[in-house]
C-alpha cells in the first residue's frame, strides 16, 4: 500500500504487510531533500505508526531522487526556533538560548527515537548524506551506502565542531574520524572510509536500492518479537558502554552552539546569507575554508 504523507508531499509512506516492510521516503528532491521541522515531525508520526504496528518488523528510511539528505534546510537558520516573544516584546531575529534549549529539546527527541527504535531500521544511502542527514544513515541499523555518497557535518563551519550527538559519531565513527569530521567540517565520500566499515555495506550508487531492499527482506524474516527484544537489548548496551549523558549533552551543545560569537575574520553564515542569499553563502563559506592541500610524497 503505498500513499503519500503530510508535509505537502515531501514525505512518502510505503506499507508492505506481506513482506513486513514499511519504507519512509524523503520527497524533496529539489532541495537535496533537505527538511525543515514540518518534514521532521512527519516521520516522526511515521515512525510512531509503524513501532505500533505488530505487523511490521522493519522501516527502510531512503531519499527520493537517489540523494538521501542534505539534513536540515538552512534556508532560513533561526526559523526553527519560530517567533521568540518571551519577553513580551516584539519578535526576535536571535533567539534566546532558553528558547534555544526548548526547541533543541524536541528537535533531539527525533533522533533519540530513531536510535532507539524498536523495528529494525535500514538506511538505502545515496547522493548526499549531511548534517542531520548524516545522522540519521549513521543511525540505521543496516546502512547501505553508495561509494560516491557526500558525507559529513559542514554545519560545524558555521556553528562549531560539538553539533549532534558526540556520543554516536565518537561510537559509530570512532574518535579519530569523528575529530578529523567535526574539526575541519569536510565532506568526504563514503568510500574513503569503506576500510572502517562505519556502514554495513558500500557499493556502487546504480546497486544502492537493490542492495538496501535485500536487507530489509532479509531482516523482515526475523522472529517479530525477537527483533524487538533484541533491540530494546542492544539499547540497554549501548547507552551503559557508549551513551551515557548524550541524551542531555546533545541538545545542549547544540543550543550552546547556535548563540556563538564570531571573532573578526571568522566566517558568520547567518550574516553572510542575510547579505547575500543563501546560495552564495553556502559558495563563500567554501572558499572561505578552503586550504590548498600539499603534495604527498
Given at each position: 500500500?503505498?500513499?503519500?504523507?503530510?508535509?505537502?508531499?515531501?514525505?512518502?509512506?510505503?506499507?508492505?504487510?506481506?513482506?513486513?516492510?514499511?519504507?519512509?521516503?524523503?520527497?524533496?528532491?529539489?532541495?537535496?531533500?533537505?527538511?525543515?521541522?514540518?518534514?521532521?515531525?512527519?516521520?516522526?508520526?511515521?515512525?510512531?505508526?509503524?513501532?505500533?504496528?505488530?505487523?511490521?518488523?522493519?522501516?527502510?528510511?531512503?531519499?527520493?531522487?537517489?540523494?538521501?539528505?542534505?539534513?536540515?534546510?538552512?534556508?532560513?537558520?533561526?526559523?526553527?526556533?519560530?517567533e521568540d516573544k518571551s519577553d513580551g516584546g516584539p519578535a526576535k531575529s536571535r533567539p534566546s538560548q532558553r528558547r534555544r534549549l526548548t526547541v533543541d529539546r524536541k528537535t533531539f527527541d527525533f533522533y533519540h527515537t530513531l536510535l532507539g527504535f524498536p523495528k529494525v531500521t535500514v538506511g538505502e544511502i545515496g547522493g548526499y548524506a549531511l548534517g542531520g542527514g548524516f545522522e540519521m544513515a549513521l543511525m540505521t541499523d543496516i546502512s547501505v551506502i553508495a561509494r560516491?555518497?557526500?558525507?559529513?557535518?559542514?554545519?560545524?563551519?558555521?556553528?562549531?565542531?560539538?553539533?549532534?550527538?558526540?556520543?554516536?559519531?565518537?561510537?559509530?565513527?570512532?574518535?579519530?574520524?569523528?575529530?578529523?569530521?567535526?574539526?575541519?567540517?569536510?565532506?568526504?565520500?563514503?568510500?574513503?572510509?569503506?576500510?572502517?566499515?562505519?556502514?554495513?555495506?558500500?557499493?556502487?550508487?546504480?546497486?544502492?536500492?537493490?542492495?538496501?531492499?535485500?536487507?530489509?527482506?532479509?531482516?523482515?524474516?526475523?522472529?517479530?518479537?525477537?527483533?524487538?527484544?533484541?533491540?530494546?537489548?542492544?539499547?540497554?548496551?549501548?547507552?551503559?558502554?557508549?551513551?551515557?549523558?548524550?541524551?542531555?549533552?546533545?541538545?545542549?551543545?547544540?543550543?550552546?552552539?547556535?548563540?556563538?560569537?564570531?571573532?573578526?575574520?571568522?566566517?558568520?553564515?547567518?550574516?553572510?546569507?542575510?547579505?547575500?542569499?543563501?546560495?552564495?553563502?553556502?559558495?563563500?563559506?567554501?572558499?572561505?575554508?578552503?586550504?590548498?592541500?600539499?603534495?604527498?610524497?
Amino acid at each position: 500500500m503505498s500513499q503519500s504523507s503530510a508535509a505537502d508531499g515531501r514525505v512518502l509512506f510505503d506499507l508492505d504487510p506481506d513482506r513486513r516492510i514499511a519504507t519512509i521516503t524523503f520527497n524533496n528532491p529539489a532541495q537535496r531533500n533537505s527538511y525543515d521541522a514540518a518534514m521532521r515531525d512527519e516521520v516522526a508520526r511515521l515512525l510512531d505508526v509503524v513501532a505500533e504496528d505488530d505487523d511490521i518488523t522493519v522501516v527502510l528510511l531512503r531519499g527520493a531522487g537517489g540523494v538521501f539528505s542534505t539534513g536540515a534546510d538552512m534556508n532560513n537558520a533561526y526559523g526553527w526556533y519560530g517567533e521568540d516573544k518571551s519577553d513580551g516584546g516584539p519578535a526576535k531575529s536571535r533567539p534566546s538560548q532558553r528558547r534555544r534549549l526548548t526547541v533543541d529539546r524536541k528537535t533531539f527527541d527525533f533522533y533519540h527515537t530513531l536510535l532507539g527504535f524498536p523495528k529494525v531500521t535500514v538506511g538505502e544511502i545515496g547522493g548526499y548524506a549531511l548534517g542531520g542527514g548524516f545522522e540519521m544513515a549513521l543511525m540505521t541499523d543496516i546502512s547501505v551506502i553508495a561509494r560516491d555518497t557526500r558525507i559529513g557535518m559542514p554545519a560545524t563551519r558555521f556553528l562549531g565542531p560539538a553539533l549532534g550527538s558526540l556520543h554516536m559519531f565518537f561510537h559509530r565513527l570512532g574518535p579519530v574520524l569523528a575529530r578529523r569530521l567535526l574539526l575541519t567540517g569536510d565532506i568526504i565520500e563514503a568510500g574513503t572510509v569503506e576500510r572502517f566499515g562505519v556502514f554495513t555495506e558500500t557499493c556502487a550508487a546504480a546497486a544502492v536500492t537493490a542492495r538496501a531492499r535485500y536487507w530489509a527482506e532479509k531482516a523482515a524474516k526475523m522472529p517479530a518479537d525477537g527483533v524487538v527484544i533484541a533491540k530494546e537489548a542492544f539499547r540497554l548496551v549501548e547507552q551503559s558502554q557508549a551513551y551515557q549523558g548524550e541524551e542531555v549533552a546533545s541538545y545542549l551543545f547544540h543550543a550552546f552552539g547556535t548563540n556563538l560569537q564570531f571573532a573578526p575574520g571568522e566566517f558568520n553564515f547567518v550574516k553572510t546569507r542575510a547579505a547575500h542569499g543563501t546560495k552564495e553563502a553556502f559558495r563563500l563559506r567554501d572558499e572561505h575554508f578552503h586550504v590548498p592541500e600539499p603534495g604527498l610524497e
